[in-house]
């Protein structure tokens, strides 16, 4: 399934009062790490309006865009929403190295939403052609230098947010909270596909999974990314990171849990949640 185009600019005239309000008081709340109880406005029905709010939010948080997260639709939402994923803004002061000797400190909104997901992370080397709005699979594969093993911190100021669906959590960054990169996979475009992944949240094994867990596998999100920000007006320029998908899973986390996700044979990422604390 191709991405649905987005017809919108980023020039704020062109967007309601409502995303501006709704966007203003996301970013508001991210920034001073406070819950927002409901969502804060009218929930948008259509993508469309979800990547206007979105859209609107980029421009006013402070700090630049590094990268983007891809989520999973549920099948049950397509039909209406017409796209089988989704995309969030992943800012550069939210983007982690994974250490050997210590775990990455995850931030948590108190009140609000946090979930570890195991990821495999791709890395845009080359140029993007912006005007060009379908891609297939070898092309997208030809367009990334550099595959890294992952974890995202799904976040919002929001808890609710991915009960009331991908539009909503679209327009809220896509849900992200954070990027955990990890080591270089060697050799990734003949071994990507093979290896296994086990996610642990305080000892426990929460999920098992990988690159083929995701619908399409990891590049079908890289595929899909290329096609929806050229036509959001958003390319992917080099060095822009691209993380995937949950491939063990999405799981809720609280501050004080510990997490570990286990690339056999590559690396195992330990991270630890802590509170947020107010920028």
Not at 18 to 40: G, K
Not at 229 to 244: E, F, I, N
Request: proline letters at 5%; glycine letters at 10%.
């Amino acid at each position: 399934m191709s991405a649905t185009p987005v017809t919108m600019s980023g020039a704020a005239e062109d967007l309601t009062a409502e995303a501006t309000a709704i966007a203003q008081q996301f970013v508001s709340a991210r920034l001073a790490r406070r819950c927002t109880p409901d969502y804060p406005g009218r929930i948008p029905q259509t993508m469309a309006e979800s990547y206007a709010i979105q859209d609107i939010a980029i421009g006013l948080a402070p700090d630049r865009v590094v990268g983007w997260k891809v989520g999973g639709v549920p099948p049950a939402q397509r039909p209406q929403l017409g796209v089988h994923r989704l995309a969030g803004a992943i800012f550069a002061a939210n983007v982690w190295p994974a250490t050997a000797d210590a775990a990455t400190p995850l931030p948590e909104i108190e009140g609000g939403f946090a979930a570890v997901e195991a990821e495999f992370i791709a890395r845009i080397g080359t140029g993007v052609d912006p005007a060009k709005t379908e891609w297939t699979i070898d092309e997208a594969r030809a367009v990334i230098d550099k595959v890294f093993v992952g974890v995202e911190l799904a976040g919002s100021p929001l808890s609710a947010i991915n009960d009331l669906g991908s539009a909503v959590v679209a327009s809220d960054f896509g849900n992200n909270g954070g990027l955990v990169v990890g080591p270089e996979l060697e050799d990734w475009r003949d071994t990507l596909d093979d290896i296994q992944v086990e996610t642990f949240i305080n000892d426990a094994s929460v999920g098992l999974g990988g690159s083929r867990s995701l619908e399409g596998g990891a590049l079908e999100s890289v595929r899909f990314l290329l096609e929806h920000c050229a036509r959001w007006g958003r390319p992917l320029t080099a060095g822009m990171l691209v993380s995937t998908g949950a491939v063990t899973g999405v799981h809720r986390v609280h501050a004080g849990d510990q997490a570990v996700c286990v690339f056999k044979g590559i690396a195992e990422l330990q991270c630890s949640v802590v509170r947020a604390e107010a920028k």
